[in-house]
């Protein structure tokens, strides 16, 4: 069923770093100025962490990252909110989507807040808005600004709607690019009030 009930808040501190000069669908491409590469992100996400509001029990978002698929259950929106192990700059996400109505229309990203629910995710600010163009076969990606998107701790995807207006969503991978800044453990910050 659909839930509200909120994981630990935890506010994040965000900064600058080197940034990528192009994105990959490939998983890796050109360095950015650390030297870092762009690769899959996968092996960094905190999965034990990994939260979705409004998922059916029987398509998890997790499985989503392994390829699986996830699916809404209540209704069509969705929040899924990706912790990582270590902070990082994103670059691109990429998804499969099935194309019969039931992918993701209106996407809404949100960096580094944990304890987002359906009852206060319309008052946090929005990072970056996107429209989900699939592309044939299903194909989906969505290039980041990377002036905003460094040091990232926690990405909130929220999944407003559908296309096709019906009450399921459905994606069928979530690939989520970039590159780790080592030495910056989410697990070092700190909680702090506010």
């Given at each position: 069923?659909?839930?509200?009930?909120?994981?630990?808040?935890?506010?994040?501190?965000?900064g600058?770093?080197?940034?990528?000069?192009?994105?990959?669908?490939q998983?890796?491409?050109?360095?950015?100025?650390?030297?870092?590469?762009?690769?899959?992100?996968?092996?960094?996400?905190?999965?034990?962490?990994?939260?979705?509001?409004?998922?059916d029990?029987?398509?998890?978002?997790?499985?989503?990252?392994?390829?699986?698929?996830?699916?809404?259950?209540?209704?069509?929106?969705l929040?899924?909110?990706?912790?990582?192990?270590?902070?990082?700059?994103?670059?691109?996400?990429?998804?499969?989507?099935?194309?019969?109505g039931?992918?993701?229309?209106?996407?809404?990203?949100?960096?580094?807040?944990?304890?987002?629910?359906?009852?206060?995710?319309?008052?946090?600010?929005?990072?970056?808005k996107?429209?989900?163009?699939?592309?044939?076969?299903?194909?989906?990606?969505?290039?980041?600004?990377?002036?905003?998107?460094?040091?990232?701790?926690?990405?909130?995807?929220?999944?407003?709607d559908?296309?096709?207006?019906?009450?399921?969503?459905?994606?069928?991978?979530?690939?989520?690019?970039?590159?780790?800044?080592?030495?910056?453990?989410?697990?070092?910050?700190?909680?702090?009030?506010g």
């Open positions: 069923l659909r839930s509200s009930t909120p994981i630990s808040r935890r506010m994040m501190q965000s600058c770093s080197g940034c990528p000069s192009q994105g990959c669908s998983g890796a491409c050109a360095p950015n100025g650390n030297g870092a590469e762009i690769s899959n992100l996968f092996e960094h996400i905190d999965m034990d962490r990994l939260e979705c509001l409004n998922e029990p029987a398509h998890p978002a997790r499985a989503a990252f392994h390829g699986s698929g996830c699916r809404s259950d209540a209704d069509e929106q929040i899924i909110t990706v912790p990582f192990k270590v902070n990082c700059n994103l670059r691109s996400i990429e998804m499969s989507v099935p194309m019969d039931t992918s993701p229309k209106t996407l809404k990203l949100i960096i580094n807040r944990l304890g987002i629910n359906f009852d206060d995710v319309e008052s946090y600010p929005v990072t970056e996107f429209t989900v163009r699939p592309e044939a076969g299903g194909k989906v990606t969505i290039m980041l600004n990377h002036l905003i998107f460094q040091n990232v701790a926690a990405l909130t995807l929220f999944v407003e559908n296309i096709g207006g019906g009450d399921v969503t459905h994606i069928n991978n979530i690939r989520i690019n970039g590159s780790p800044l080592t030495g910056l453990a989410v697990q070092n910050w700190k909680p702090c009030g």
